[in-house]
């Protein structure tokens, strides 16, 4: 009877440590997995507060801004030559912009991350909302991203544009 006792008092031991090693390492996946969530919502939350910076804001490309105030060629795709091209990136904010100079940054997407084509700043009326960009120049076929800023860094509006040669 001592020998069935010790045998199954090893056996509920083990079953005992199973079970605790079990449940600790469901408790540190799970605040591996709490963390993980945690990043995902911060990074979705930073995201989201980029869409509620420029959320109700919007940048758009056109072809041309006429001299008559004529959006012509609206489109998320444009096709440039062998020497290059440019288009026109349109900006309506939901309230007036507030500031007298803004950055407009141009960026290119590629397999090894995204590249700062070109920053150029633009005077614009602090009490206007309704903005062109002319002549944001393209060189090389791609997915570019290109963002307006305010002086202090914090961003307007974000707008995405392919470029495709003719």
Known sequence: MSNFTNRFGFIFALFVSAVILFACGDKKESEVT??????????KNTKEETKTTSGS????????????G???????????????????AMLKTSAPIGVGSVDVRLERESLDGTEIIDTKPYDVFPDKSYFFFDKIT????????????????????????????K
């Open 57 to 68: 804001n919007q940048l758009y490309f056109v072809e041309e801004y006429t001299k008559e």
């Open 138 to 165: 393209f060189y090389k076929p791609g997915d570019y991203t290109v963002t307006v800023f305010k002086k202090d860094g914090s961003p307007i509006a974000t707008g995405k544009v392919r470029i495709d040669l």
């Open 34 to 43: 709490k963390e993980t969530t945690k990043e995902e919502t911060s990074s």
């Open 70 to 88: 004529q959006e012509v060629g609206k489109s998320e795709k444009f096709f440039i030559g062998n020497k290059g091209g440019y288009i026109t």
